[in-house]
T-cell receptor
Framework: GENVEQHPSTLSVQEGDSAVIKCTYSDSASNYFPWYKQELGKRPQLIIDIRSNVGEKKDQRIAVTLNKTAKHFSLHITETQPEDSAVYFCAASRASGTYKYIFGTGTRLKVLA | NAGVTQTPKFQVLKTGQSMTLQCAQD?????MSWYRQDPGMGLRLIHY???????DQGEVPNGYNVSRSTTEDFPLRLLSAAPSQTSVYFCASSARDISGNTIYFGEGSWLTVV
């Protein structure tokens, strides 16, 4: 079945450094790739997404890149701040047919002050 | 606009008991789904629905039932609770869009089976 692999499972960075989280998906029909941030005890919240007709998207300190040929996509956070500490999930979805969202296993990001 | 509403937020069940987690959305979204979240396992899809009267199984459907009689509601039933079903459950919804659409989560339901 479809699956999404996410690495690393934990990531610690110094405040101000960059963080990169990588995901690989198996379903070649996936065409929508959102990233969610989940703080402790809270629901996941969308932070950025990318569609298959775009290779890169940026929103302030956050960027996502997509390589459809390799079925890889990555989240880049620059100038990290303590409030970026959270669990981040990637997901892959087909925007037709089943519309299923399959999530990665999450990355716990710790930004050290 | 309440978004996605889940109840109850916390529940303790005894092994063998049944219960229903309620989920309602007021955004007229066609797509609704249930996920469970366990440490180190991410968000795993239990069941999903692409519209009223249509449901299908996700990755981990065993021990759970769903129905979708209206666009707004998508309850999740635990038939005979087991300790392995101790988890955090999230209901989610999204509109159907050929280019992909944001999935919105409820606040979560913390379930403990003893």
């Amino acid at each position: 079945g479809e699956n999404v692999e996410q690495h690393p499972s934990t990531l610690s960075v110094q405040e101000g450094d960059s963080a990169v989280i990588k995901c690989t998906y198996s379903d070649s029909a996936s065409n929508y790739f959102p990233w969610y941030k989940q703080e402790l005890g809270k629901r996941p919240q969308l932070i950025i997404d990318i569609r298959s007709n775009v290779g890169e998207k940026k929103d302030q300190r956050i960027a996502v890149t997509l390589n459809k040929t390799a079925k890889h996509f990555s989240l880049h956070i620059t100038e990290t701040q303590p409030e970026d500490s959270a669990v981040y999930f990637c997901a892959a979805s087909r925007a037709s047919g089943t519309y299923k969202y399959i999530f990665g296993t999450g990355t716990r990001l710790k930004v050290l002050a | 606009n309440a978004g996605v509403t889940q109840t109850p937020k916390f529940q303790v069940l005894k092994t063998g008991q049944s219960m229903t987690l309620q989920c309602a959305q007021d955004m007229n979204h066609e797509y609704m789904s249930w996920y469970r979240q366990d440490p180190g396992m991410g968000l795993r899809l239990i069941h999903y629905s692409v519209g009223a009267g249509i449901t299908d199984q996700g990755e981990v459907p065993n021990g759970y039932n769903v129905s979708r009689s209206t666009t707004e509601d998508f309850p999740l039933r635990l038939l005979s609770a087991a300790p392995s079903q101790t988890s955090v459950y999230f209901c989610a919804s999204s509109a159907r869009d050929i280019s992909g659409n944001t999935i919105y989560f409820g606040e979560g339901s913390w379930l403990t089976v003893v």
